[in-house]
């Protein structure tokens, strides 16, 4: 059985296209593997408790013995993230750029799971080389020659985290310009835009099958099942 975790950001349940590419990109996998199961963290929706962070850094050095019940349940929180990232042969991380930075709901997910053991940044990454997809919807336009060209402060910050922190073999899918059907002062834009998401798709199902691909060969390579 293989395990993809997946994480959502996005505040909108319906219309959201970085859930739109996730699930391109999931169905993609699916198709091409007979017993496939996702574990879903959907922090957009059912966003973290915003006090954990704050517990569970206070609990770190404290004896159990010590700990408030808050703290206690902080820390627990932080063992399940942790144990479902663990448990994970791929990763799929969906998070749209808001407000020029990331989720806030997906900086909590972060702070939190580095306060677990097997996660801080202290020691060596436990899911080190392994494949993941970072999706990122963005309203507008952000690349070289743009108006607000070094505007997304997300996807370098999470490029650290994912890669340099966690050690992932991390790809970026990604598109643009997903505001142009909604605001009417980017209507000059719509078909650019209609072109950029259906890449996107293009992309995410292509990752897909790419990684179903790759997944069955490390899974044959596995002693007992050649």
């Known amino acids: 059985m293989t395990t993809i975790f997946r994480l959502d950001a996005s505040i909108r349940a319906v219309g ?24 879903r963290r959907d922090v957009g929706l059912s966003p973290l408790p915003a006090t954990a962070w704050a517990r569970a850094v206070q609990a770190g050095p404290k004896a159990l013995s010590e700990r408030t019940t808050e703290e206690v349940e902080a820390a627990a929180l932080a063992t399940k993230l942790a144990d479902e990232m663990l448990a994970a042969d791929a990763f799929i991380f969906s998070v749209p750029l808001y407000n020029y930075a990331v989720s806030q709901h997906a900086k909590a997910w972060i702070d939190l799971l580095v306060t677990e053991p097997r996660f801080t940044v202290k020691v060596a990454s436990p899911i080190s080389k392994r494949p993941a997809y970072l999706i990122s919807a963005r309203g507008g336009a952000y690349g070289p020659g743009m108006p607000k060209e070094g505007w997304d402060h997300a996807t370098p910050w999470l490029r650290r985290i994912f890669e340099d922190s966690w050690g992932l073999d991390l790809q970026l899918i990604d598109v643009e310009l997903t505001l142009a059907d909604v605001n ?3 209507a000059s ?15 995410a199902k292509q990752a897909g099958e790419q990684l179903a691909t790759r997944l069955t060969k490390s899974l044959a390579s596995e002693p007992g099942q050649a």
């Open 16 to 39: 959201s296209q970085s859930r739109a590419l996730a699930s391109t990109l999931e169905d993609s996998i699916r198709t091409q593997l007979a017993e496939l199961d996702v574990v």
């Open 184 to 186: 009417p002062a980017m």
């Open 189 to 203: 834009l719509r078909d650019l835009a209609a072109s950029n998401l259906k890449q996107a798709h293009a992309a």
